[in-house]
């Protein structure tokens, strides 16, 4: 049995013919978005205890398009030459949703951001996801920790 989930989920459902290199910019952005949102969720719920009531407002705080924009500023130094590739297709992919509560540009550095999550999830490098994710955003989920 495959440990990580991304392996469960392709021995269980099938492997499929699609690796992350073949999708496109939007579609890796389609489930870095969620993979994003995981992590941070899953970062909150085992340093909360399970505190719901207001981890759903510390989760928005942190996955927005400029927390996003943010996170990708401060790690875009330490990217590989591939992962900024994947990055720069992603920021610069034409993406028909409008930002609602953002900039043009923190939309697009977003949409960025999460095609190398994308990216990084579906290829199984997951250490690295978490690696870029910790380095970019421990200072967000240690003040959102302490409120």
Known sequence: MEESLTGSIREYFGAGTHDAKSQSALSLAYIGDCIYDLVVRTVLITHEGGKHGGLHNKATRIVNAQSQADLID???SELTD??????HRGRNANNT???KN????????ATGLEALIGYLYLEGRHDRLVELMKLGMGDQLTISQNE
């Open 102 to 109: 953002a900039s043009i540009i923190a939309y697009r550095k």
């Open 97 to 99: 949703s409008k930002a």
């Open 74 to 76: 401060a790690i875009e």
């Open 82 to 87: 591939e992962e900024r590739a994947v990055y």
